[in-house]
């Protein structure tokens, strides 16, 4: 495993069944980094993190963690990393304060030096003032605050966060990113899985697109986004009959198309002699395009490219979630 990887994973397969999760998949990231696996519910996120986190087993390829192999040295890879699920693990009945002495206890910590580290972890997550009340009592952007500080007690190399956000209101969202930004700042290397295109693209040095068990693109976000177009044209048609003709019309050059809302993408360059020439292409007769926007693409775009259907809630696979080890 090279020095500057904190995670290197090769030929990784998994089957529940006869449902095949994980097809082949490689990855590596970087020490120090924030690395995003974006793809649907059921795409095999979730089975990939349990596996790295040595919470399961692959049926074939090879997994590194901290330069330990996450089957031979799991004991060893435990030591140095920490997960934080899609729905907080703490204590309702107890304190803040008293869930991550609990946590410090089970890290080896005792007496003054569990209590330092719980307090400057609800410091450090803006949760000193809520400390000594009892969980329940938090809303859900505070739980997940807390989850998250519970798993940086044993002061892990690498996190595993897995769709940390789900669930949470815009403003606990942009404070969990926040706190991923300062985590990678001081040089932990966080592995997000999301739904959420736009954290994806806000936090992550580097994007993977998972579909189908099998990834399917890697880079940084502005890679993944020249794969599809520098901007996009987008064209709301004046009805269907006219947004048949327009998809026609685009064929190849059509990165999105929506037909409930008669919306089609084009890519274009973003100069106005190209998209003039666009627009007097594809609606010769100026009777087939209501009104149009130029945007630069977005991870959404990237992902609609190359799987056919958006990175949303509910294009579901039971069988991974409902693996129990």
Not at 133 to 156: F, H, Q
Request: aromatic share 4%; net charge neutral; proline share 2%.
């Amino acid at each position: 495993m090279a020095v500057d990887l904190a995670i290197e994973v090769a030929g990784l397969e998994k089957s529940f069944g006869a449902v095949s999760v994980l097809s082949g998949v490689d990855l590596t990231v970087r020490r120090g980094s924030v690395f995003a696996l974006l793809g649907p519910n059921g795409s095999g996120k979730t089975t990939t993190v349990r596996i790295l986190a040595t919470l399961s087993r692959a049926d074939a390829g090879v997994a590194r963690v901290a330069g330990l192999d996450v089957v031979h040295d799991r004991h060893r890879v435990r030591r140095r990393i920490s997960l934080t699920g899609q729905y907080a693990a703490i204590d309702g009945l107890q304190t803040g304060e008293e869930n991550l002495r609990m946590m410090a206890w089970l890290c080896g910590l005792r007496g003054r030096q569990a209590s330092e580290r719980a307090g400057e972890l609800l410091d450090r997550f803006g949760l000193a003032d809520a400390g000594r009340r009892r969980v329940k009592t938090y809303s859900g952007g505070m739980r997940r605050r807390l989850d998250l500080a519970a798993s940086l007690v044993g002061r892990p190399s690498v996190i595993f966060l897995d769709e940390p956000t789900t669930g949470l209101d815009v403003r606990s969202r942009q404070a969990m990113w926040e706190v991923v930004t300062d985590l990678a700042g001081s040089g932990v290397t966080v592995f997000l899985t999301t739904q959420y295109l736009e954290e994806a693209d806000r936090l992550a040095d580097r994007v993977a697109v998972l579909d189908g068990g099998r990834v399917i693109a890697e880079g940084t976000s502005a890679e993944l986004k020249a794969r599809v177009a520098g901007y996009l044209l987008d064209l709301t048609a004046v009805d269907a009959t006219a947004f048949g003709e327009l998809v026609r019309a685009a064929g190849g050059r059509a990165a999105s198309t929506d037909p409930a809302a008669l919306n089609l993408g084009v890519t274009t360059d973003g100069t106005a002699p190209d998209v003039r020439a666009l627009l007097g292409e594809l609606d010769p007769a100026g009777e087939r395009i209501g009104h149009f926007t130029i945007r630069t693409a977005t991870l959404d775009d990237v992902f609609i490219t190359l799987t056919g259907h958006a990175a949303e809630p509910g294009h579901t696979r039971p069988t991974e979630e409902t693996v129990h080890v």
